[in-house]
């Protein structure tokens, strides 16, 4: 197998043509990502390839083994809201803090009006009251199902901290990662969910054992593709062997943490499996615990994510670093300066990454909502001059090593 840049030419034509019309159609497949920024681009080019909508499915039912290959390298889904999560832990306590049903639902229409088709989800999420809750809003507004994409994570099981104690409930065992998407589906009320990912490596259960099994749920019709979360790039390299030796379906996606101060992962690391295998990222965390929102600068505000009872750790974590608050200082100055502010040029810095699929937005009110999708708006304003300016107070851009 040929990477893409070192195929025959006439064959780098046929794929990159492929490609092409694989992204045009599944922005006519999913109608509900059109967004106004993008609708006239696609438009002007997508009815050239085809003269029906006929011709578009046919075409799309041959390819379905080229296009799981296909979605690796995806570019254009790059909306993504995680309703009842931040940074991997449940926003969802149920009569104690942060959003209830209601504001999760208005969250979760808001979102899908405005041209998100994604919502991420997680067993560990509130021990599966998320997903439940994500679930109801799925069944109470009755969206067509081909317009929207849903995934779950499993590796910390979804049960009360007793439970967990027992071995088959979490890690990345063929007992735990089939009970856990049956689980997941159930809670989510769904037939089958869009994504499923290994939500940490589990040290303790071969990689094969992994691969065999979210393979078999991807031919029972359970899931249609696998990834990872937090994995090292070696990690991820072991499991697209493992696939390619025995003939399996590889992962499709890797889910890092990824903003202005943790970068290597995404801009270093996997360099090689973008090259090799492809790879779309969901990242997470793109505003660092909301220290790249500028909201910490002088306080940490009342009702905010660090003010609550319990997460004096990650208080701790977030503002104990006098060089980070510096820069971050720095960073909003450099935002004002522009009539921006600090969280959209934060997430919009993110999308500027062509490695990066899509943006985690971990929102808890509307305001909060609104807020990110209008970093779209502003990636224009990303220019060459304005990315070295980051670069220049961040002092943390990796080199890939010339040897």
């Known amino acids: 197998m040929f990477p893409a840049n070192e195929r025959p030419k006439g064959e780098q034509a046929a794929v990159g043509g492929r490609k092409r019309v694989y992204l045009k159609f599944i922005y006519n497949f999913l109608p509900n990502y059109k967004t106004k920024s993008k609708s006239k681009i696609i438009e002007n080019e997508i009815y ?13 039912c041959n390819n379905l083994f080229f296009l799981n290959n296909q979605l690796k390298k995806i570019k254009n889904i790059r909306n993504i809201l995680e309703i009842g999560s931040y940074e991997g832990r449940s926003c969802i306590y149920f009569g104690k803090k942060f959003i209830d049903a209601k504001m999760a639902k208005e969250l979760m229409v808001y979102a899908y009006e405005h041209g998100i088709n994604f919502f991420d989800n997680a067993e560990v999420y509130a021990r599966g009251k998320s997903e439940e809750v994500m679930g109801q809003i799925l069944k109470e507004v009755s969206w067509d199902r081909s317009t929207y994409v849903v995934s779950s994570k499993v590796f910390w099981g ?5 439970s967990m104690a027992w071995p088959n409930h ?64 070696q990690q991820i390299t072991e499991a697209h062997y493992v696939a390619e030796r025995y003939n399996l379906i590889g992962p499709t996606m890797e889910q890092p943490e990824y903003n202005m101060f943790n970068r290597s992962k995404v801009e270093l690391d996997y360099l090689p499996i973008y090259r090799r295998f492809g790879l779309g990222t969901t990242i997470w965390s793109p505003l660092a615990s909301g220290l790249l929102t500028g909201k910490y600068i002088d306080q940490v505000p009342k009702g905010s994510r660090l003010d609550q009872e319990g997460f ?27 009539e921006l502010s600090l969280t959209q040029l934060s997430i919009a810095w993110c999308l500027k990454n062509p490695h990066v699929s899509t943006v985690i937005l971990g929102a808890s009110n509307l305001k909060q909502l609104q ?33």
């Open 312 to 338: 004096d750790w990650l208080r701790e974590r977030t503002l104990g670093d006098e060089d980070k608050m510096a820069k971050v200082v720095k960073l909003y100055a450099l935002a004002q300066e522009r």
């Open 158 to 162: 979804g049960k009360d901290p007793e």
């Open 371 to 403: 807020e990110n999708i209008q970093s779209l708006e502003i990636l224009p304003q990303l220019t060459d001059e304005l990315m070295g300016a980051i670069d220049d107070v961040l002092g943390n851009k990796p080199q890939e090593p010339t040897y």
């Open 170 to 233: 979490k890690g990345l065992m063929r007992k735990h990662v089939v009970e856990a998407c049956d689980a997941a589906l159930r809670r989510l009320q769904v037939d089958y969910l869009d994504l499923f990912f290994c939500h940490r490596p589990d040290i303790h259960t071969p990689i094969d054992e992994t691969v065999w099994t979210m393979h078999n749920l991807i031919q029972q019709g359970k899931i249609l593709y696998w990834g990872t979360s937090e994995w090292t790039s």
């Open 48 to 60: 050239n390839d085809f003269k029906s909508y006929n011709e578009k499915e046919k075409w799309f």
